[in-house]
């Protein structure tokens, strides 16, 4: 497989589609994982307990951002695994970005949404 796998210019149709499985799990996740995060906000926002006083603000504050800023790494995470998504619809997924070659399907199974292959990402 090794051998094919070098001369073979995109995944196969059945790669893509176990590929797509392994997006669609990872996407429902990080989708659950978001709407707790804004859940945890709301909830800071709209409760008497998430409005500290005195001395107890800089902590209050420092959740808050930090919770703001989990949910944004996973509205990024969302937007790169939607975007792999379209890459499979386009029959692309899996094609390094900087050599135009097959990115591994190991790596691809670890990180689903990467455009770049090892040897690219380490020479960056």
């Known amino acids: 497989m090794q051998t094919q796998q070098l001369h073979q210019t995109r995944y196969s149709d059945a790669e893509l ?65 939607e975007n792999a998504l379209l890459r499979i619809d386009n029959k692309v997924y899996g094609i390094c970005r900087a050599t135009g070659e097959l990115i591994s399907p190991e790596r691809l199974r670890i990180v689903p949404h990467t455009t770049l292959s090892i040897h690219a990402k380490q020479n960056r």
């Open 17 to 81: 589609a176990e590929f797509k499985v392994i997006i669609d799990t990872k996407l429902a996740e990080a989708r659950r994982q978001l709407q707790f995060y804004l859940d945890q906000l709301s909830e800071q926002t709209n409760s008497e307990d998430g409005k500290v006083r005195g001395l107890d603000d800089g902590v209050g504050t420092m959740v808050n951002e930090d919770t703001h800023r989990l949910a944004s790494r996973q509205q990024q995470l969302i937007q790169h695994l």
